[in-house]
């Protein structure tokens, strides 16, 4: 939690400090979250990507709430001019565990963009994301079928995500022959379609919930126990965003880092002697909470040095392209994903995350990335009898 109140009353006697404390605790409750957040000198700014590297007023985290106070409360228009810097943010939540109020900023947006959305002014890049969505059920466009779909059954579904399906549909292939190093057998279905965490973001809640009806329905109709989800998005959405619309979710939704973590006890790992960098994906570690797993299980591996850039854990750095600035602003998001790979590979050119849209990020900047299910393929021997 920031201590910027406790900073800003610092040399004042106990007595002052203390009343001070009890009327903002007290007040902070009255007072509407956007305005305690257009208030704020920015506190979290140092956190925020975008802010680090677009560098402007305007997209900085209580800009960004300034807008959306100025557009709810009638002193601007909400025009798409107007609106554009509230779809400069990555959703990260990296700025949450910098704010006093544990805010997440995107949340506290959101409501501006639903309302973007619902009078057509947006930017209309958004279209883009919005047709493939509904036409190719893949965010990026159309996808190839794999031979590995199939309408079999098994308890553990692999939900391989948009980024998988589009970009890197070998990932799919490990991640089955891992789990089966675990001793599981998993399935794919052959339907699979977004499961809407871009909608969502976008703001656009009526093809949100025609997606994620549609994707509830085909899912809890496989009877698997365990929905297995490559992308901490996809974890996120299933997890937290579906329960919000009250969409239920029969299989125990689980990342594949959740599901690596609980079998850890009876996995043979073989030794490797090299010096690696890890990812945290946000989304992971701060959305999800998981904020060492990573660490954890990699830690694991003998010979293994795993190393950590200084911002890691919950205050990790965004790379991906999951995100409405791929829209939106491909160049900035090139140069955010540039500024993660730099400092990544100041600690070894062998990066490793747990997001196949950390993995694509930081390879469109020139980086080469493993996912998890990557690295561990060739690692995992087997489990102990
Ligand atoms: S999210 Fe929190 S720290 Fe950041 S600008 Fe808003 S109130 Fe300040
Ligand atoms: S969610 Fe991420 S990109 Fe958006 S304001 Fe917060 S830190 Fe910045």
Request: charged share 30%; aromatic share 10%.
């Amino acid at each position: 939690m920031s201590g910027w109140i406790l900073e800003a009353i610092k040399g004042s006697s106990f007595k002052t400090k203390l009343s001070a404390m009890k009327k903002f605790f007290l007040e902070k409750s009255k007072v509407e979250d956007l305005t305690k957040c257009s208030l704020c000198p920015n506190m979290c700014r140092y956190a925020c990507p975008v802010s680090i590297v677009d560098g402007k007023e305007t997209t900085s985290p209580a800009g960004k709430a300034r807008i959306a106070y100025l557009i709810k409360h009638g002193y601007i228009d909400l025009t798409t001019e107007n609106v554009l810097p509230l779809y400069y943010c990555l959703s990260c939540e990296s700025c949450t565990p910098h704010c006093f109020f544990q805010f997440n900023l995107s949340e506290l947006i959101r409501p501006i963009r639903v309302e973007a959305i619902m009078r057509g002014e947006y930017p209309k890049q958004l279209n883009n994301l919005f047709d493939n969505v509904m036409n190719f059920g893949c965010a990026f466009g159309e996808v190839e079928k794999e031979e590995n779909e199939t309408n079999n059954r098994g308890d553990i579904l692999i939900f391989r995500g948009c980024v998988v399906r589009k970009f890197y549909p070998e990932l799919s292939k490990i991640a089955t022959e891992v789990i089966e190093k675990l001793g599981y057998k998993s399935f794919m279905i052959e339907d699979e379609i977004c499961c809407g965490y871009l909608l969502y973001e976008a703001g656009h809640d009526e093809y949100f919930m025609k997606i994620a009806k549609m994707n509830a329905e085909r899912i809890n109709r496989s009877g698997a126990k365990i929905l297995l989800t490559l992308s901490p998005e996809c974890t996120y959405t299933y997890r937290i965003i579906y329960p919000r619309y009250k969409i239920k979710m029969k299989p125990r939704v689980m990342h594949i880092t959740e599901f690596i973590k609980e079998n850890m006890g009876k996995i043979r790992f073989s030794e490797r002697k090299e010096r690696i960098v890890i990812h945290d994906p946000p989304k992971l570690t701060i959305s999800l909470n998981k904020t060492r797993i990573l660490l954890e299980i990699l830690s694991e591996i003998p010979g293994l040095k795993v190393l950590r850039p200084m911002r890691n854990g919950k205050n990790t750095f965004y790379a991906g392209v999951n995100n409405l600035l791929y829209w939106i602003d491909k160049e900035l998001l090139l140069e955010i994903n540039r500024e993660r790979l730099r400092e990544l590979e100041e600690e070894s050119n062998i990066i490793v995350t747990a997001s196949p849209s950390a993995k694509r990020g930081l390879e469109i900047a020139g980086g080469k990335v493993y996912d998890l299910v990557e690295y561990l393929r060739d690692t995992i021997e087997g489990v102990r009898d």
